[in-house]
């Protein structure tokens, strides 16, 4: 994934002061910065040091045991994609030097000179009325505690419990080998990649909310979803009605 040069030209940024304040939103928030290459690997990152100054930038790696990032650094070329609310923001990484720290290795690039701001298309997201179904089955098989709850589901993404003590899909990372359950019947191979995890608002459990985006869905998954949806929106416009 590079830089889309023939993008209109409403989507690129190039003033600097812009494209700093845009960086330094997402180092603020922390917000995940998820990093690709030519070896066809990603690995999530967030920003920790924004020197406009001397235009650097520098992203911590964290656990990176597959040496991802060494491979995108001699890879040449690095995209990097981020999310501030409904905003995908995309940019190259150039002259980055990877530099090992006390705490884990740490991207070091230049400041970006052209930055790409797009408005997210909104998919139509239900909440499922089931307590069981829909769900996500995670690979190695339906034990305990290896099915998470769907809490809302669009075609472009879903939102999944994570109970307290359970390990969160990584960040950034496409998670593969998923079975999308809509109900006892119906299941989806699916694979996507969780963009961002919270804290549920007035959950004392301790249970947190992983926004995810499907990647790849195939045709026949894309239409039942869309039933899916399109038939969870009819019930609910019609409990609605009969209230």
């Known amino acids: 994934m590079s830089a889309p040069e023939a993008a209109p030209e409403e989507f690129r940024v190039a003033a600097p002061a812009e494209i700093t304040a845009y960086l330094s939103q997402l180092q603020r928030e922390t917000a995940t910065v998820l990093l690709s290459g030519p070896p066809s690997q990603s690995l999530a990152s967030r920003i920790t040091t924004l020197d406009a ?54 991207l070091r690039a230049a400041l970006p000179t052209r930055l790409y701001r797009f408005q997210r298309r909104q998919a139509f997201r239900v909440q499922p009325a089931g307590s069981v179904y829909p769900r996500v089955v995670l690979p190695g098989g339906d034990a305990p505690g290896r099915a998470l709850r ?66 790849d869905l195939d045709a026949a998954a894309t239409r039942a979803l869309q039933v899916y949806v399109d038939q969870t929106q009819k019930r609910r416009r019609l409990l609605k009605l009969d209230a």
């Open 53 to 106: 100054a001397v235009g650097m930038l520098a992203l911590e790696i964290g656990a990176d045991p597959e040496g991802i990032s060494q491979a995108l650094v001699a890879g040449g070329e690095i995209t990097a994609v981020a999310y501030l609310g409904a905003v995908k923001l995309q940019f190259e990484l150039d002259e980055a030097v990877l530099v090992s720290g006390a705490h884990g290795a740490v």
């Open 150 to 215: 769907v809490l809302d589901l669009s075609i472009g993404g879903l939102a999944l419990a994570v109970p307290p003590g359970e390990p969160p899909l990584p960040l950034g990372h496409t998670a593969t080998g998923l079975v999308l359950e809509l109900d006892r019947l119906t299941g989806l191979r699916v694979a996507v990649v969780p963009h961002h995890a919270s804290a549920i608002a007035g959950d004392a459990s301790g249970t947190q909310q992983m926004g995810c985006a499907f990647v």
